[in-house]
Protein backbone atom coordinates (compact mmCIF):
# COMPACT_ATOMS: atom_id res chain seq x y z
CA UNK A 1 0.00 0.00 0.00
CA UNK A 2 1.03 3.45 -0.73
CA UNK A 3 0.71 6.56 0.73
CA UNK A 4 2.06 9.45 -1.41
CA UNK A 5 5.86 7.98 -2.03
CA UNK A 6 5.99 6.26 1.00
CA UNK A 7 5.30 2.61 1.53
CA UNK A 8 2.72 2.18 4.27
CA UNK A 9 3.06 -1.67 5.92
CA UNK A 10 -1.03 -2.94 6.68
CA UNK A 11 0.76 -5.49 9.03
CA UNK A 12 1.96 -3.15 11.50
CA UNK A 13 -0.96 -1.30 12.04
CA UNK A 14 -1.36 -3.97 15.31
CA UNK A 15 2.20 -2.77 17.11
CA UNK A 16 2.43 1.22 15.97
CA UNK A 17 0.39 3.70 17.14
CA UNK A 18 -1.90 3.91 19.55
CA UNK A 19 -2.31 0.74 21.46
CA UNK A 20 -5.40 -1.38 21.67
CA UNK A 21 -6.97 -3.21 24.87
CA UNK A 22 -8.11 -6.49 25.01
CA UNK A 23 -8.97 -8.46 28.10
CA UNK A 24 -8.79 -12.53 27.77
CA UNK A 25 -9.60 -14.70 30.89
CA UNK A 26 -6.65 -16.55 32.93
CA UNK A 27 -6.83 -20.13 31.81
CA UNK A 28 -4.74 -20.81 35.09
CA UNK A 29 -6.62 -18.85 37.52
CA UNK A 30 -9.80 -17.45 35.95
CA UNK A 31 -8.80 -13.31 36.70
CA UNK A 32 -8.58 -10.53 33.80
CA UNK A 33 -5.35 -10.03 31.88
CA UNK A 34 -5.07 -7.22 29.63
CA UNK A 35 -3.22 -6.90 26.86
CA UNK A 36 -2.14 -4.78 25.24
CA UNK A 37 -1.87 -4.57 20.98
CA UNK A 38 1.64 -3.26 21.42
CA UNK A 39 3.05 -5.56 24.20
CA UNK A 40 3.80 -9.59 23.40
CA UNK A 41 3.07 -10.89 26.77
CA UNK A 42 1.03 -10.34 30.07
CA UNK A 43 1.64 -11.93 33.03
CA UNK A 44 -1.30 -12.55 35.15
CA UNK A 45 -1.36 -11.76 39.42
CA UNK A 46 -1.08 -15.74 39.44
CA UNK A 47 2.10 -16.07 37.62
CA UNK A 48 0.34 -17.14 34.24
CA UNK A 49 2.34 -15.92 31.21
CA UNK A 50 -0.19 -14.65 28.27
CA UNK A 51 0.78 -14.36 25.14
CA UNK A 52 -0.74 -11.87 22.45
CA UNK A 53 -1.65 -13.34 19.30
CA UNK A 54 0.86 -10.98 17.19
CA UNK A 55 1.68 -12.65 13.70
CA UNK A 56 3.75 -10.56 12.38
CA UNK A 57 6.64 -9.99 10.20
CA UNK A 58 9.25 -8.84 12.79
CA UNK A 59 10.78 -11.72 12.72
CA UNK A 60 11.73 -11.53 8.92
CA UNK A 61 11.40 -8.44 7.29
CA UNK A 62 13.93 -6.34 6.70
CA UNK A 63 12.48 -2.79 7.11
CA UNK A 64 11.01 -4.00 11.00
CA UNK A 65 13.05 -2.30 12.34
CA UNK A 66 12.05 0.68 10.53
CA UNK A 67 8.65 0.14 10.17
CA UNK A 68 7.73 -0.18 13.73
CA UNK A 69 10.52 1.75 15.19
CA UNK A 70 13.43 0.72 17.14
CA UNK A 71 12.34 0.54 20.08
CA UNK A 72 8.80 -1.41 19.73
CA UNK A 73 11.64 -3.92 17.49
CA UNK A 74 13.89 -4.54 20.35
CA UNK A 75 10.78 -5.36 22.80
CA UNK A 76 8.94 -7.16 20.30
CA UNK A 77 12.51 -9.37 19.50
CA UNK A 78 13.25 -9.63 23.39
CA UNK A 79 10.15 -11.22 24.48
CA UNK A 80 9.79 -13.53 21.25
CA UNK A 81 13.53 -14.73 22.83
CA UNK A 82 12.40 -15.08 26.28
CA UNK A 83 9.30 -17.36 25.13
CA UNK A 84 11.02 -19.45 22.77
CA UNK A 85 13.67 -20.31 25.70
CA UNK A 86 10.47 -20.68 27.50
CA UNK A 87 9.33 -23.25 25.43
CA UNK A 88 12.82 -25.11 25.32
CA UNK A 89 13.57 -25.41 29.37
Known sequence: MEAG???ICPGSDGIKGTPTLKIERCPNCGREIE???SEFQSVCRCGF???NNIISCISWCQYAKECVGEEVY????AS???RNEEKAG
Do not use: D, P, Q
Open 5 to 7: NRV
Open 49 to 51: TAY
Open 80 to 82: AAK
Open 74 to 77: NRIR
Open 35 to 37: LFS
